[in-house]
């Protein structure tokens, strides 16, 4: 009796389930349906279980789509409503939602992702490596749709976030994977494997440092990328890797703020949000120098500290010119050059002519010493006013010693632009000048402040006049390439003038040789006064002889000819009966026969007859 009740609620439970998801594919009653059927699986009995799950798992993709995301999303209602009860079943659900992924609706694999993550944080009484980690993970790596492979990614990263122990462990060996995936050109889901990515790291599954060796330079890599999806996930990943695994990181923090301030001004909305969001993570990055503490003071050197009762005590950051400049030391030899150290300032401040030697640099040397007299006094007062007092009273005596020292011819030499500007960037060298320390409090005069401000805008100069440089060698590679078409279109077109013209000559020889051999055919010129050589003699010219034509071509290029009037014909025996002696006279006058063969004119130009009467005659000669 227990079996047959048993078996008649299974029968009760699946004829409503279907008739639920009949009510699902017609709009006016799939709200009811849905309502029905979720209160269907959280009061289901355990037993009844499979029977709603064959029933939920039989659509197919000639369904709705209401149809299907609704049977995906009762996954998730069941596994909050039974927990631990669904673990028999668990691999034949991931099973069918592995299937699911291949459906081309976007909503109905978002489903599968939020139905997978709702198992993963119920269901934890099965390891989560084998009940999740492996058979999304071979979907993952198999399946060629790229829908599919992105429908993986995304419930495999749902699964690593909702899951309670995501194993570490074995999600660190996966990585090593993921980053070739992301490295492939032919895989196409790389958004969704990002999000992985991500959810890996979150899970501690990036937790050494050779993990970020490698995961590191791969993300970055992938912000380059052409699909703004693509970059979108690679900096939420970096977001996350800087707020996980910020002690480990310091090594990378220099190399990957260059490139993230290159990629923060992105042409997507969306992306610059999260590169701004990136950027601001990976500076709370504690740099690697912020890990070794300052020694103590008491372990300073004392050539740091000496004041000798008249040099204000300066701390370690401040601007001073020897904490200053054994930091520049190791950016500008230069710089190192040009500025003395103030310890020997101080020991040395009576011993003008001494200090003056130890403060010859590559701007000093320029000068000439003779004519100098250095002196370098150590000033004790610390207020601004009385150091710019100082500062014009030393100007004034600039000019005076300028005037009385030196020579005109030295001034111009000595005292020209760029030595000005060099000098007052080491605090006004001149004459009568003198070396003035400062404190924290006025730092921005401080001459070796200056000196560094110097550096950064000439450093960026130089940047931008070599890539004004760049642009200008471009150009003139553009001009030349122009110069060059230029040129070569002007030969083609002296060539083709070159073939029209030797074509046109050859048209006015073949022309010649037609009026000779009219005239010849006429009777006005025998056959013994013709030149020996004529045009067709010449090397490659035989086509143009008439004896080459066709019938018909020579009759209807006589007919032609006759017709344009220039050249009128006589019948023969007319020809020669009445004008012999005046045709051999205009015949040797036109034709114009050399010694050599060749004729320049035509015969036929000057003689002037009716043309009817011509042409009657052309056509009974050529007949």
């Known amino acids: 009796m227990p079996h047959a009740k048993t078996s008649q609620s299974q029968q009760n439970i699946k004829q409503r389930v279907l008739t639920c998801l009949t009510k699902l594919s017609d709009r006016d009653t799939q709200a009811a349906g849905a309502t029905e059927l979720e209160s269907i699986a959280r009061t289901i009995d355990p037993h009844s279980v499979p029977v709603f799950l064959s029933c939920i ?33 668990l691999s034949k659900i991931i099973a069918c939602l592995v299937r699911r992924l291949r459906d081309p609706d976007s909503s109905v694999r978002a489903a599968c992702a939020d139905s997978v993550g709702a198992l993963s944080a119920c269901v934890t009484r099965q390891p989560f490596a084998a009940a999740f980690l ?23 990263a749902s699964a690593v976030e909702a899951a ?17 995936l992301i490295k492939s050109k032919v895989f196409r889901a790389k958004p969704a494997l990002l999000v992985l990515v991500g959810s890996v790291v979150e899970a501690r599954g990036a937790s050494s440092g050779v993990a970020l060796k490698n995961l590191v330079p791969c993300l970055v890599e992938a912000l380059g990328s052409e699909d703004w999806a693509t970059r979108k996930g690679a900096a939420e990943a970096l977001k996350k890797l800087a707020s996980v695994e910020k002690d480990l990181l310091p090594e990378f923090k220099g190399g990957c703020l260059k490139v993230f301030e290159n990629r923060r001004f992105d042409k997507v909305k969306l992306v610059r949000e999260v590169m701004n969001e990136m950027l601001e993570a990976w500076k709370q990055i504690p740099d690697v120098s912020d ?34 400049m054994s930091k520049l030391r190791k950016k500008s030899s230069q710089v190192s050059k040009s500025t003395p150290p103030d310890t020997s300032a101080v020991r040395n401040a009576k011993r003008s002519a001494l200090s003056g030697d130890r403060m010859s640099s590559g701007v000093l040397q320029k000068l000439n010493h003779n004519h100098w007299d250095v002196r370098i006094a150590v000033s004790n007062v610390s207020d601004c006013g009385e150091r710019q007092q100082k500062d014009e009273d030393v100007l004034e005596r600039r000019k005076k010693d300028r005037s009385r020292f030196f020579k005109p011819e030295t001034k111009r030499a000595l005292f020209d632009k760029n030595s000005d500007d060099k000098m007052h960037k080491f605090g006004g060298s001149k004459a009568g000048s003198r070396v003035v320390p400062c404190s924290e409090e006025s730092q921005d005069s401080d001459p ?7 550096l950064h805008r000439n450093d960026k100069e130089s940047e931008e006049l070599s890539l004004i440089r760049a642009q200008l060698v471009q150009i003139e590679k ?13 030969g083609s077109s002296e060539n083709g003038m070159r073939t029209l013209e030797t074509r046109v000559h050859g ?42 034509w066709k019938k018909t071509q020579g ?21 020669r009966a009445n004008r012999n002696a005046e045709s051999n006279r205009s015949t040797s006058h036109r034709l114009g026969v050399h010694g050599d063969g060749g004729f320049t004119t035509n015969p036929l130009a000057e003689i002037k007859i009716n043309s009817r009467e011509i042409s009657g005659s052309a056509r009974s000669e050529l007949a």
């Open 448 to 454: 070796v402040c200056n000196v560094t401000k110097d």
């Open 291 to 324: 890990e070794f503490s300052p020694p103590p003071q008491s372990q300073l050197s004392s050539k740091e500290n000496a004041s000798d009762g008249r040099y204000p005590p300066v701390s370690q950051n401040s601007c001073s010119p020897g904490s200053v």
């Open 134 to 156: 492996k058979p999304l993970a071979e979907a993952l790596f198999t399946e060629q749709d790229p829908s599919s492979q992105a429908g993986a990614a995304l419930c495999l």
């Open 507 to 548: 048209l006015e020889l073949a022309l010649d040789e037609i009026s000779y051999d009219l005239a010849v055919s006429s009777g006005r010129i025998t056959k013994f006064d013709a030149p020996k050589h004529t045009c067709c003699m010449l090397p490659g010219a035989e086509f143009l002889s008439s004896k080459f």
């Open 478 to 490: 553009q001009q030349s390439s122009l110069l060059d078409l230029v040129q070569k279109f002007m």
């Open 57 to 89: 798992h039989s659509t197919d993709s000639s369904d709705k789509t209401p149809v299907r995301k609704q049977c995906v999303h009762l996954v998730a209602t069941l596994s909050h409503a039974h927990g631990d009860a669904l673990s028999p079943f």
């Open 555 to 575: 009759r209807y290029s006589s007919y032609r000819f006759s017709r344009t009037g220039s050249t009128p014909l006589l019948p023969s025996s007319h020809y």
């Open 164 to 180: 309670p122990d995501p194993d570490p462990a074995r999600l660190a060996r996966l990585l090593p994977r993921l980053e070739r």
